[in-house]
């Protein structure tokens, strides 16, 4: 769901850079004054596995279409929310500025759909308060799974609102949000499966990493960031090469909503036609 620039205008794009901005600097003053140094080493390893996932891309049976995991409400659950918020803003900006991954005048954007609605709303919204202060495995696969779907979604209507509020594209608003919203219903559900496995093992492997408490002095994570770094690895590496080729949900969307346009402008012209004649 990453948007490219030619969705957008300066106008929306500098405004989103300069949301984003905000939310850094806020997301910054935040964790520096929490003044947790325990989790810095999983920011980092967490950072490289969400970028390795990002990179592989699962086909969505009979739409021709694909997805991948965006991996925000991993690092919200994990880490809280103001340090997920700066972790996936890094991983977007090394994606736009590296590998052309969005482009850099909707990276504001990409932050934004991919970093704010599940850090900041689906989170503390939904995932909190499913699970509140008494985890148990079924609270937590269940406000993962729902969480996961509606930060998704938020993301994705994020996606088209922008583009309509650019002007530049000729898309129709009402198509493309109707081929949006159901195609990342079906990437969410698979994020929201993947989320709840990611934090169910944590939780059952270092309870304290998913539900911190003050008297947590000692945070052994050796184990865990082994085995995300390990995961990192084996997803960017290995598992990378077998990503699907189809076009993710987003590409999927403009090119069947200028399909349909096409198809509707023809056949109006058509008609107009044949009242003609």
Not at 12 to 33: D, E, N, P, R
Not at 52 to 58: C, E, G, P, T, Y
Not at 193 to 222: C, G, H, N, Q, Y
Not at 232 to 251: C, H, M, N, Q, V
Request: glycine content about 10%; some cysteine.
């Amino acid at each position: 769901m990453h948007m490219a620039d030619a969705l957008i205008s300066p106008a929306v794009g500098g405004t989103m850079w300069l949301a984003t901005a905000g939310l850094i600097a806020h997301s910054s003053k935040k964790v520096t004054a929490q003044g947790d140094d325990r989790k810095v080493p999983l920011m980092g390893v967490l950072g490289a596995f969400i970028f390795a996932v990002q990179m592989i891309n699962f086909t969505i049976p009979a739409t021709g279409s694909s997805g991948h995991l965006g991996g925000g409400m991993i690092l919200a659950i994990l880490l809280g929310p103001y340090a997920a918020f700066l972790v996936m803003a890094s991983v977007l900006f090394v994606q736009a500025l590296f590998f052309a991954d969005g482009g850099l005048l909707a990276l504001g954007c990409n932050v934004v759909n991919l970093g704010f609605f599940p850090c900041f709303i689906a989170y503390p919204l939904i995932y909190r308060l499913i699970v509140h202060d008494k985890p148990k495995q079924g609270r937590i696969m269940l406000a993962s799974v729902i969480a996961s779907i509606i930060g998704l979604q938020l993301g994705a209507f994020g996606v088209v609102i922008e583009t309509f509020l650019s002007g530049i594209s000729s898309l129709s608003f009402k198509t493309f949000i109707l081929l949006m919203q159901p195609i990342h219903l079906a990437i969410g559900i698979v994020e929201g499966i993947a989320t709840a496995a990611v934090v169910t093992f944590v939780w059952k492997a270092r309870p304290e990493v998913v539900m911190p408490s003050p008297s947590d002095k000692i945070l052994d994570l050796r184990g865990i960031l082994l085995g995300f770094a390990a995961c990192a690895l084996i997803f960017g590496t290995l598992l990378s090469r077998f990503s699907s080729k189809d076009p993710d949900g987003l590409e999927w969307s403009i090119s069947k909503s200028r399909l349909y346009s096409n198809s509707y402008q023809n056949t109006s012209s058509d008609r107009v036609k044949a009242g003609d004649e």
